[in-house]
Protein backbone atom coordinates (compact mmCIF):
# COMPACT_ATOMS: atom_id res chain seq x y z
CA UNK A 1 0.00 0.00 0.00
CA UNK A 2 2.62 2.54 0.76
CA UNK A 3 3.79 1.94 -2.51
CA UNK A 4 0.94 3.98 -3.46
CA UNK A 5 0.47 6.19 -0.63
CA UNK A 6 4.29 7.74 -0.80
CA UNK A 7 3.62 9.16 -4.41
CA UNK A 8 0.55 10.07 -3.80
CA UNK A 9 1.67 12.33 -0.37
CA UNK A 10 4.70 13.70 -2.36
CA UNK A 11 1.93 14.86 -5.55
CA UNK A 12 -0.04 15.92 -2.50
CA UNK A 13 2.50 18.29 -0.65
CA UNK A 14 4.00 19.87 -4.14
CA UNK A 15 0.23 20.45 -4.99
CA UNK A 16 -0.11 22.55 -1.71
CA UNK A 17 2.99 24.60 -3.03
CA UNK A 18 1.51 24.87 -6.65
CA UNK A 19 -1.57 26.07 -4.67
CA UNK A 20 -0.30 28.78 -2.61
CA UNK A 21 1.36 30.63 -5.78
CA UNK A 22 -1.00 29.79 -8.59
CA UNK A 23 -4.58 30.32 -6.82
CA UNK A 24 -4.56 34.09 -7.32
CA UNK A 25 -3.36 34.59 -10.77
CA UNK A 26 -6.10 31.38 -11.47
CA UNK A 27 -8.45 33.25 -10.16
CA UNK A 28 -8.01 36.25 -12.55
CA UNK A 29 -7.85 34.58 -15.49
CA UNK A 30 -10.98 32.85 -14.32
CA UNK A 31 -13.04 36.15 -13.81
CA UNK A 32 -11.79 37.56 -16.80
CA UNK A 33 -13.29 34.83 -19.00
CA UNK A 34 -15.96 34.39 -17.36
CA UNK A 35 -16.80 37.19 -15.67
CA UNK A 36 -17.40 35.63 -12.56
CA UNK A 37 -15.26 33.06 -10.09
CA UNK A 38 -16.39 30.13 -11.51
CA UNK A 39 -15.83 27.30 -8.02
CA UNK A 40 -16.74 24.41 -10.62
CA UNK A 41 -13.83 25.14 -13.21
CA UNK A 42 -11.17 25.88 -10.20
CA UNK A 43 -12.08 22.79 -9.27
CA UNK A 44 -11.56 20.84 -12.39
CA UNK A 45 -8.38 22.40 -13.40
CA UNK A 46 -6.67 21.72 -9.71
CA UNK A 47 -7.67 18.33 -9.28
CA UNK A 48 -6.60 17.91 -13.16
CA UNK A 49 -3.13 19.64 -11.75
CA UNK A 50 -3.22 17.29 -8.30
CA UNK A 51 -4.19 14.40 -10.81
CA UNK A 52 -0.94 14.81 -13.29
CA UNK A 53 1.41 14.91 -10.09
CA UNK A 54 -0.02 12.54 -8.79
CA UNK A 55 0.38 10.03 -12.65
CA UNK A 56 3.71 11.37 -12.56
CA UNK A 57 4.91 10.32 -8.99
CA UNK A 58 2.67 6.75 -9.20
CA UNK A 59 5.31 5.99 -11.97
CA UNK A 60 8.51 7.36 -10.95
CA UNK A 61 8.58 7.18 -7.11
CA UNK A 62 10.17 5.73 -5.27
CA UNK A 63 13.55 6.86 -6.39
CA UNK A 64 16.73 4.37 -6.35
CA UNK A 65 18.60 5.45 -2.95
CA UNK A 66 22.08 6.33 -6.05
CA UNK A 67 22.81 7.81 -9.00
CA UNK A 68 24.85 4.63 -9.81
CA UNK A 69 21.79 2.32 -10.54
CA UNK A 70 23.93 0.25 -12.92
CA UNK A 71 25.87 -1.18 -9.93
CA UNK A 72 22.03 -2.82 -8.34
CA UNK A 73 21.68 -4.43 -11.36
CA UNK A 74 23.23 -7.75 -13.13
CA UNK A 75 25.52 -6.90 -16.15
CA UNK A 76 23.10 -8.32 -18.83
CA UNK A 77 20.12 -6.26 -17.61
CA UNK A 78 16.96 -6.14 -20.50
CA UNK A 79 15.40 -3.26 -19.68
CA UNK A 80 12.51 -2.93 -22.39
CA UNK A 81 9.97 -5.47 -23.16
CA UNK A 82 8.64 -5.11 -26.48
CA UNK A 83 5.98 -8.44 -26.45
CA UNK A 84 2.62 -7.05 -26.36
CA UNK A 85 -0.01 -9.07 -23.96
CA UNK A 86 2.20 -10.96 -22.45
CA UNK A 87 0.34 -9.55 -19.40
CA UNK A 88 -2.09 -11.49 -20.05
CA UNK A 89 0.31 -14.98 -20.56
CA UNK A 90 1.72 -13.51 -16.70
CA UNK A 91 -1.66 -13.49 -15.65
CA UNK A 92 -2.67 -17.38 -16.51
CA UNK A 93 0.61 -18.73 -15.41
CA UNK A 94 0.07 -19.20 -11.60
CA UNK A 95 -3.59 -18.54 -11.66
CA UNK A 96 -4.47 -22.57 -12.15
CA UNK A 97 -7.63 -21.26 -13.79
CA UNK A 98 -9.41 -24.34 -15.21
CA UNK A 99 -11.38 -22.67 -18.56
CA UNK A 100 -13.79 -25.97 -18.01
CA UNK A 101 -14.64 -24.69 -14.83
CA UNK A 102 -15.95 -21.08 -13.95
CA UNK A 103 -15.78 -21.72 -10.67
CA UNK A 104 -11.88 -21.17 -10.89
CA UNK A 105 -12.19 -17.80 -12.80
CA UNK A 106 -11.99 -15.69 -9.21
CA UNK A 107 -8.56 -16.89 -8.95
CA UNK A 108 -7.15 -14.24 -11.50
CA UNK A 109 -7.85 -11.62 -8.80
CA UNK A 110 -4.74 -13.46 -6.63
CA UNK A 111 -2.34 -12.66 -9.62
CA UNK A 112 -0.33 -9.69 -9.25
CA UNK A 113 0.16 -9.32 -13.25
CA UNK A 114 -3.75 -9.05 -13.23
CA UNK A 115 -3.37 -5.83 -10.61
CA UNK A 116 -0.25 -4.17 -12.33
CA UNK A 117 -2.63 -4.46 -15.53
CA UNK A 118 -5.75 -3.35 -13.78
CA UNK A 119 -3.96 -0.43 -12.42
CA UNK A 120 -2.00 0.65 -15.74
CA UNK A 121 -5.99 1.30 -17.32
CA UNK A 122 -6.69 3.11 -14.35
CA UNK A 123 -3.78 5.17 -14.46
CA UNK A 124 -5.19 7.36 -17.17
CA UNK A 125 -8.22 6.58 -16.85
CA UNK A 126 -9.45 9.88 -15.05
CA UNK A 127 -7.35 11.84 -18.29
CA UNK A 128 -9.67 10.26 -20.69
CA UNK A 129 -12.75 11.54 -18.04
CA UNK A 130 -11.02 15.14 -18.08
CA UNK A 131 -10.48 15.29 -21.97
CA UNK A 132 -14.08 14.61 -22.65
CA UNK A 133 -15.08 17.56 -20.56
CA UNK A 134 -12.66 19.71 -22.04
CA UNK A 135 -13.19 18.48 -25.67
CA UNK A 136 -16.66 17.64 -24.94
CA UNK A 137 -17.92 15.90 -28.24
CA UNK A 138 -17.50 12.15 -28.88
CA UNK A 139 -15.97 12.69 -32.36
CA UNK A 140 -12.83 14.07 -30.51
CA UNK A 141 -11.73 10.41 -29.18
CA UNK A 142 -8.88 10.30 -31.55
CA UNK A 143 -7.47 13.29 -30.03
CA UNK A 144 -7.96 11.22 -26.33
CA UNK A 145 -6.04 8.71 -27.91
CA UNK A 146 -3.22 10.44 -29.16
CA UNK A 147 -2.77 12.58 -25.57
CA UNK A 148 -2.97 9.25 -23.60
CA UNK A 149 -0.74 7.38 -25.89
CA UNK A 150 1.36 10.26 -25.77
CA UNK A 151 1.50 10.32 -21.92
CA UNK A 152 2.37 6.88 -21.71
CA UNK A 153 5.19 7.42 -24.40
CA UNK A 154 6.66 10.16 -21.90
CA UNK A 155 6.62 8.15 -18.67
CA UNK A 156 7.83 4.97 -20.67
CA UNK A 157 10.48 6.98 -21.92
CA UNK A 158 11.41 8.57 -18.28
CA UNK A 159 12.12 5.30 -17.26
CA UNK A 160 13.69 3.90 -19.30
CA UNK A 161 16.46 6.90 -19.62
CA UNK A 162 16.84 7.12 -15.86
CA UNK A 163 14.83 10.52 -15.91
CA UNK A 164 16.96 11.51 -18.49
CA UNK A 165 20.09 10.33 -17.30
CA UNK A 166 19.97 11.70 -13.46
CA UNK A 167 20.30 7.94 -13.20
CA UNK A 168 22.98 6.18 -14.93
CA UNK A 169 21.16 3.33 -15.67
CA UNK A 170 17.20 2.60 -16.03
CA UNK A 171 15.31 1.27 -12.78
CA UNK A 172 11.95 0.29 -14.23
CA UNK A 173 11.61 -1.10 -18.14
CA UNK A 174 9.91 0.13 -20.76
CA UNK A 175 6.90 -2.35 -21.51
CA UNK A 176 5.03 -2.11 -24.63
CA UNK A 177 1.69 -3.69 -21.86
CA UNK A 178 2.17 -0.38 -20.41
CA UNK A 179 1.34 1.98 -23.22
CA UNK A 180 -1.47 -0.43 -24.83
CA UNK A 181 -2.79 -0.55 -21.48
CA UNK A 182 -2.43 3.24 -20.18
CA UNK A 183 -4.23 3.70 -23.91
CA UNK A 184 -6.65 1.77 -23.23
CA UNK A 185 -7.65 3.22 -19.92
CA UNK A 186 -7.74 7.18 -21.19
CA UNK A 187 -10.03 5.90 -24.13
CA UNK A 188 -11.88 4.03 -21.94
CA UNK A 189 -12.15 7.08 -19.27
CA UNK A 190 -13.35 9.36 -22.59
CA UNK A 191 -16.13 6.90 -23.50
CA UNK A 192 -17.70 6.84 -20.10
CA UNK A 193 -17.25 10.29 -18.67
CA UNK A 194 -20.54 11.53 -19.93
CA UNK A 195 -21.85 9.02 -16.72
CA UNK A 196 -19.55 10.90 -14.25
CA UNK A 197 -19.79 14.12 -15.93
CA UNK A 198 -23.59 13.70 -15.45
CA UNK A 199 -23.32 14.84 -12.01
CA UNK A 200 -21.37 17.91 -12.08
CA UNK A 201 -21.96 21.24 -13.59
CA UNK A 202 -20.79 21.20 -17.90
CA UNK A 203 -18.80 23.04 -19.67
CA UNK A 204 -21.91 24.97 -21.44
CA UNK A 205 -23.61 25.66 -18.77
CA UNK A 206 -20.83 27.86 -17.74
CA UNK A 207 -20.63 29.70 -20.62
CA UNK A 208 -24.60 30.17 -20.66
CA UNK A 209 -23.91 31.96 -17.15
CA UNK A 210 -21.29 33.83 -18.65
CA UNK A 211 -23.02 35.31 -21.54
CA UNK A 212 -26.36 35.83 -18.73
CA UNK A 213 -23.57 37.67 -16.76
CA UNK A 214 -22.49 39.51 -19.31
CA UNK A 215 -25.55 41.46 -19.05
CA UNK A 216 -25.42 42.61 -15.60
CA UNK A 217 -23.42 45.52 -13.99
CA UNK A 218 -23.18 43.69 -10.67
CA UNK A 219 -19.57 42.69 -9.80
CA UNK A 220 -19.82 39.43 -7.69
CA UNK A 221 -18.42 39.60 -4.17
CA UNK A 222 -15.07 37.42 -4.43
CA UNK A 223 -14.11 39.83 -7.74
CA UNK A 224 -14.83 42.63 -5.35
CA UNK A 225 -12.56 40.94 -2.37
CA UNK A 226 -10.23 39.24 -4.76
CA UNK A 227 -9.41 43.20 -6.30
CA UNK A 228 -8.50 44.29 -2.82
CA UNK A 229 -6.60 41.29 -1.95
CA UNK A 230 -4.89 42.06 -5.31
CA UNK A 231 -4.36 46.18 -4.43
CA UNK A 232 -2.64 44.96 -0.77
CA UNK A 233 -0.74 41.41 -2.63
CA UNK A 234 1.39 44.80 -4.92
CA UNK A 235 1.68 46.86 -1.10
CA UNK A 236 3.22 43.74 0.16
CA UNK A 237 5.48 42.54 -2.32
CA UNK A 238 6.91 45.79 -3.32
CA UNK A 239 7.77 46.12 0.21
CA UNK A 240 9.76 42.63 0.20
CA UNK A 241 11.55 43.44 -2.83
CA UNK A 242 12.28 46.82 -2.24
CA UNK A 243 13.28 48.35 1.67
CA UNK A 244 11.93 45.16 3.48
CA UNK A 245 15.17 43.34 1.64
CA UNK A 246 17.56 45.73 3.71
CA UNK A 247 16.22 45.71 7.13
CA UNK A 248 15.38 42.90 9.53
CA UNK A 249 12.65 43.29 12.07
CA UNK A 250 12.25 46.81 11.39
CA UNK A 251 8.63 46.59 12.55
CA UNK A 252 8.30 50.52 12.46
CA UNK A 253 9.78 51.11 8.72
CA UNK A 254 7.02 48.38 7.35
CA UNK A 255 4.40 49.93 9.28
CA UNK A 256 5.22 53.64 7.82
CA UNK A 257 6.13 51.97 4.27
CA UNK A 258 2.48 49.77 3.67
CA UNK A 259 0.47 52.97 5.28
CA UNK A 260 2.04 55.07 2.68
CA UNK A 261 1.49 52.13 -0.04
CA UNK A 262 -2.47 51.88 1.56
CA UNK A 263 -2.70 55.78 0.44
CA UNK A 264 -1.47 55.07 -2.89
CA UNK A 265 -3.49 52.18 -3.94
CA UNK A 266 -6.41 52.23 -2.32
CA UNK A 267 -7.01 56.39 -2.37
CA UNK A 268 -4.51 58.33 -5.04
CA UNK A 269 -4.82 56.03 -7.28
CA UNK A 270 -8.44 55.91 -8.15
CA UNK A 271 -8.89 59.12 -7.59
CA UNK A 272 -6.63 59.60 -10.44
CA UNK A 273 -7.59 56.85 -12.92
CA UNK A 274 -11.77 57.41 -12.90
CA UNK A 275 -12.23 54.97 -9.89
CA UNK A 276 -10.04 51.92 -11.02
CA UNK A 277 -7.07 50.37 -8.56
CA UNK A 278 -4.89 48.29 -10.03
CA UNK A 279 -6.73 45.37 -8.55
CA UNK A 280 -10.20 46.66 -9.90
CA UNK A 281 -8.82 47.22 -13.45
CA UNK A 282 -7.54 43.89 -13.65
CA UNK A 283 -10.61 42.16 -12.63
CA UNK A 284 -12.53 44.95 -15.09
CA UNK A 285 -14.64 46.85 -12.97
CA UNK A 286 -14.44 50.30 -11.51
CA UNK A 287 -15.74 52.33 -8.29
CA UNK A 288 -18.79 54.67 -9.02
CA UNK A 289 -20.81 56.56 -6.55
CA UNK A 290 -24.42 55.56 -6.41
CA UNK A 291 -25.23 57.71 -9.69
CA UNK A 292 -22.81 56.29 -11.65
CA UNK A 293 -20.16 58.71 -11.98
CA UNK A 294 -16.30 58.60 -10.60
CA UNK A 295 -16.47 58.97 -6.44
CA UNK A 296 -15.42 61.79 -4.65
CA UNK A 297 -12.07 62.11 -2.71
CA UNK A 298 -14.56 61.96 0.44
CA UNK A 299 -15.58 58.61 -0.58
CA UNK A 300 -12.31 56.96 -1.75
CA UNK A 301 -11.10 58.33 2.11
CA UNK A 302 -13.31 56.67 3.98
CA UNK A 303 -13.03 53.42 1.54
CA UNK A 304 -9.57 53.41 2.35
CA UNK A 305 -9.66 54.36 6.68
CA UNK A 306 -12.16 51.45 6.27
CA UNK A 307 -9.50 48.79 4.87
CA UNK A 308 -7.07 50.03 6.71
CA UNK A 309 -8.71 49.91 10.26
CA UNK A 310 -8.51 45.70 10.46
CA UNK A 311 -4.70 46.26 8.72
CA UNK A 312 -3.19 48.67 10.95
CA UNK A 313 -5.05 47.18 14.40
CA UNK A 314 -2.83 43.76 13.37
CA UNK A 315 0.00 45.55 12.47
CA UNK A 316 0.06 47.26 15.92
CA UNK A 317 -0.91 44.39 17.84
CA UNK A 318 2.52 42.71 15.63
CA UNK A 319 4.55 45.31 16.61
CA UNK A 320 3.52 45.31 20.36
CA UNK A 321 4.01 40.76 20.55
CA UNK A 322 7.82 41.92 18.93
CA UNK A 323 8.40 44.39 21.63
CA UNK A 324 10.40 42.44 24.74
CA UNK A 325 10.25 44.00 28.12
CA UNK A 326 11.91 42.70 31.46
CA UNK A 327 9.35 41.30 34.03
CA UNK A 328 10.40 43.87 36.30
CA UNK A 329 9.96 46.53 34.02
CA UNK A 330 7.52 49.51 35.16
CA UNK A 331 5.71 48.81 31.88
CA UNK A 332 5.60 45.54 31.74
CA UNK A 333 1.81 45.21 33.28
CA UNK A 334 0.77 48.09 30.93
CA UNK A 335 2.20 46.14 27.55
CA UNK A 336 0.98 42.99 28.90
CA UNK A 337 -3.04 44.63 29.20
CA UNK A 338 -3.11 46.41 26.52
CA UNK A 339 -1.07 43.50 24.08
CA UNK A 340 -4.19 41.32 25.72
CA UNK A 341 -7.29 43.56 25.14
CA UNK A 342 -5.78 44.39 21.59
CA UNK A 343 -5.28 40.15 20.97
CA UNK A 344 -9.02 39.88 22.11
CA UNK A 345 -10.25 42.93 19.70
CA UNK A 346 -8.52 41.52 17.16
CA UNK A 347 -10.29 38.12 17.59
CA UNK A 348 -13.91 39.57 17.59
CA UNK A 349 -13.09 41.58 14.37
CA UNK A 350 -11.96 39.17 12.76
CA UNK A 351 -15.36 36.87 13.09
CA UNK A 352 -17.44 39.65 12.34
CA UNK A 353 -15.74 40.78 9.35
CA UNK A 354 -15.74 36.72 8.07
CA UNK A 355 -19.27 36.83 9.17
CA UNK A 356 -19.90 39.81 7.37
CA UNK A 357 -18.05 38.38 4.19
CA UNK A 358 -20.09 35.30 4.15
CA UNK A 359 -23.13 37.29 4.26
CA UNK A 360 -22.57 39.54 1.09
CA UNK A 361 -21.16 36.58 -0.90
CA UNK A 362 -24.31 34.54 -0.31
CA UNK A 363 -26.50 37.88 -1.37
CA UNK A 364 -24.09 37.77 -4.75
CA UNK A 365 -23.68 41.18 -5.56
CA UNK A 366 -26.84 42.37 -3.93
CA UNK A 367 -24.87 43.84 -0.84
CA UNK A 368 -21.64 45.88 -0.72
CA UNK A 369 -19.42 45.27 1.47
CA UNK A 370 -19.00 47.10 4.73
CA UNK A 371 -15.73 49.60 2.73
CA UNK A 372 -17.94 50.08 0.55
CA UNK A 373 -21.22 50.49 2.47
CA UNK A 374 -19.17 53.52 4.26
CA UNK A 375 -18.36 55.54 1.15
CA UNK A 376 -21.09 55.01 -0.68
CA UNK A 377 -19.53 53.25 -3.66
CA UNK A 378 -20.90 51.27 -6.05
CA UNK A 379 -18.53 48.58 -7.80
CA UNK A 380 -19.41 48.25 -11.32
CA UNK A 381 -18.40 46.67 -14.65
CA UNK A 382 -16.09 48.49 -16.82
CA UNK A 383 -17.33 49.13 -20.36
Given at each position: ??????????????????????????????????????????????????????????????????????????????????????????????????????????????????????????????????????????????????????????????????????????????????????????????????????????????????????????????????AVLIDYMIIHISWNLTI????????????????????????????????????????????????????????????????????????????????????????????????????????????????????????????????????????????
Open positions: MSTYLIPIQTAFFIFIGLLFLLTVPWLIYVYRKYGYLSIWASIVTFSFIFYMLSALFLVLLPLPDTRNTCALQPADSVYYSLTPFSFISDTLRGSNIVWTQPSTYIHIFNQSAFWQAAFNVLLLLPLGVYLRYFFQKKKYWIRAFVLGFGLSLFFEITQLTGIYGIYHCPYRIFDVDDLLLNTSGALLGFFIAPMILALFPSKKSLELKKKRLRKSQIVRPLAQLLGLFTANNGLTEFIYKTIGFAILYFVIPLLWEGKTIGTNILRFKLTNESGNIPKWQSLIRRLLALYLPWVVSAFFNILTSMELDMGSTFYTYHALITTGILGFLFIMWIVLFIHAIFIIIKKGNRTFYFDEVASIIPRKDD
